[in-house]
């Protein structure tokens, strides 16, 4: 049965899906994909805020909480608890020794800030930059630390408490977008916002497409009915916990997604031609991939481009819970994401956005990962989970070059920090994610008192 | 009602839409090989409910232990997908199987329509309640008139087929929040 063949009226389809097929525009001709470009996009508005997962706990010595080697010895590693034993990164190609960016003086790096023979580098831009560390995970469980981190409330058990950072920026920021709030691979969870700002969860380029695309129902006159009926069921009895109400608010979503085919600037990751190999060139992404850190980056970059998402939530790194291999095997999988995450953020940077500047001038970004790892070997020769984190902030509203909070020189505990000046003081606080979600909603001009603790005001424009 | 309600979760989805429908989510699955220049090749009749299943909130026992039930606008979009491509195969599998074997036109031969078979029209939407919903649907009841209305809007159009209509009452009940919720 084919509805779609004979629909009478499949050509008065509203003009809002020629007018938003032309989404993507900007995104397009940037990066290279002269074809995608349309001139009727509509000008994305309103601070971006884009979140960048790297799951399975990253190792801050590698990157952005070294310590100096030839203070740090295997030799002291008794004493101070820390052994960085960047020597083994030497067979990759990477310098043992901390990489200071000339664009900012004060701040330190580890080696894997520099990828050897990377066109672009982390440490480009080092100068819209902001690193925080001695972020408090009380937790060194997958589950439990993701969850706190991402809700910035203490899971109960394994159990997600409140909603995700994301979800409640998005519903600071209530942006008028397709998609408002788009999660690559990354759970999600809203307990007390409208479900219109829930996150529309993919996992893949195929799994977009196939939530982006129109559900089948083409015929109009099908989908009004359907729309019709769909507008008036009510199941009272199940509603005790407001879930028809997010039902038929995930409903107006999906409406939006019937009614305009945003999908078109996404189609270049899985259709061959020179749009998917300009891609695939940009992001570094094989043949046959649809699904990892690198197309998640791609969609993420073209989600936020095209106008589709303002706030985007993507996990741009393998798993990188690595208990068995040293500096070596940790550094190929938290190279891999760092790859990922600088091919996004480039294509944000050369980006125009219609309001001026690039994208990446209008979008507040942050990196982070559950935990630490620890800062010595254990007997395998490898690093455990560590819950002194660190994380990255950079873009709008981020101060660059800047580092805030801090981990001690012994074991590398999160020691109190002081927020209004700045400084370890043993008068401050401990940071934790709260601290970092809120900096974040103030870097994005939203109100950081949604969250249960101050923004860092040092990192802070 | 003595315990929380809460969504279906991806196999209860599909167990469920092959049981009203007597069919599942299937189609097109791309999948990595070294064998195509492409890097992929399309795996014809994937279930694709188990496909989507960590989009639809399966935990993978690896990152997450706990499924993910918020009713939120991926699921339902999946759910859409799932309850369109279901009653689809669901109306080609009862034209091929006896009467007494038929799941979604239960009380109506192939060419009934509302203005020749009104209450067999009625008697098959309320046969497809007891299905979806576990519920006795009253005939004049407001549900069966909303349902009534679907078909209806979809049938009686030039050119339209009872199957049309068919298929958008069955999308309407397998979309409807006594489908997805429990």
Known sequence: ?461 | MGRAPRRLDAGQLRASLLHATGATWTGDRRVRTNNDPSGYALRPATDLVRHYASALGEPDYGATTEPDLDPGPGFLRRAQSAAQGACRDGLRRDREVPAGARRLLRAVSDGDTYARAPEAVRANIVALGRTFWIRNLSPDGPEVEALLGVFRAVTEREGALPADGWFAVCVALATDPQFLLY
């Open chain 1, 1 to 461: 049965m084919s509805h779609r063949a004979r629909s009478p009226s499949t050509a008065l389809r509203p003009t809002r899906r020629a007018l938003l097929a032309g989404l993507g525009a900007g995104a397009a001709s940037a990066f290279g994909l002269a074809r995608l470009a349309r001139a009727d996009a509509p000008p994305p508005s309103g601070t971006a805020v884009l979140l960048c997962f790297f799951p399975g706990g990253w190792d801050q010595l590698l990157l952005l909480d070294p310590r100096d080697p030839s203070r740090f010895t295997a030799s002291e590693a008794a004493r101070t608890r820390i052994d960085p034993r960047y020597d083994e990164l030497v067979g990759l190609g990477y310098r043992p020794e901390l990489v200071r960016p000339r664009a900012a003086p004060a701040m330190v790096l580890g080696p894997l800030a520099e990828r050897p023979g990377a066109a672009v580098q982390l440490t480009d831009f080092a100068g819209r930059m902001a690193v925080v560390r001695g972020v408090d995970m009380r937790s060194v469980s997958h589950e439990v630390a993701t969850r706190y981190f991402l809700t910035t409330e203490f899971p109960r058990g394994s159990l997600a408490q409140g909603s995700s950072v994301s979800t409640t920026l998005t519903a600071l920021a209530r942006p008028a977008r397709p998609v408002a709030h788009l999660s690559l691979g990354v759970e999600s969870y809203n307990d007390r916002h409208p479900s219109r700002w829930s996150a529309l969860r993919v996992t893949s380029a195929d799994d977009l497409l196939a939530t982006l695309c129109p559900a089948g129902a083409v015929d109009p006159v099908l989908a009004d009915a359907l729309d019709a009926y769909a507008r008036e069921a009510r199941a009272d009895v199940y509603n005790r916990r407001g879930l028809v109400d997010r039902l038929q608010g995930a409903r107006a979503v999906a409406r939006g997604l019937d009614r305009d085919d945003v999908s078109r600037p996404f189609r270049a990751l899985v259709d061959d031609g020179p749009e998917n190999d300009a891609l695939r060139a940009r992001f570094g992404i094989s043949r046959g991939d649809f699904d990892g850190p690198r197309a998640r980056a791609a969609m993420a970059a073209l989600a936020l481009t095209s106008g589709l998402s303002q706030v985007v939530i993507a996990s741009v790194a393998p798993a990188m819970d690595t208990h068995f291999v040293g500096n070596a095997g940790h550094a190929r999988l938290l190279g891999e994401g760092l790859d990922a995450f600088v091919a996004l953020l480039d294509a944000l940077r050369t980006t125009a956005h219609p309001e001026g500047g690039s994208h990446l001038d209008h979008t507040t970004v942050l990196a982070f990962s559950e935990f630490a790892r620890t800062p010595l070997y254990n007997t395998y020769g490898g690093r455990d989970h560590h819950s002194a984190g660190s994380c990255l902030l950079l873009g709008r509203g981020v101060r660059g070059g800047v580092v805030a909070g801090a981990t001690s020189d012994v074991g590398m505990v999160a020691v109190p920090w002081d927020l209004t000046r700045g400084g370890a003081s043993p008068s401050g606080t401990v940071l934790t994610p709260a601290h970092v979600a809120a900096t974040v909603a103030a870097a994005a001009g939203l109100d950081p008192t949604a969250f249960d603790a101050p923004p860092i005001s040092q990192v802070l424009v």
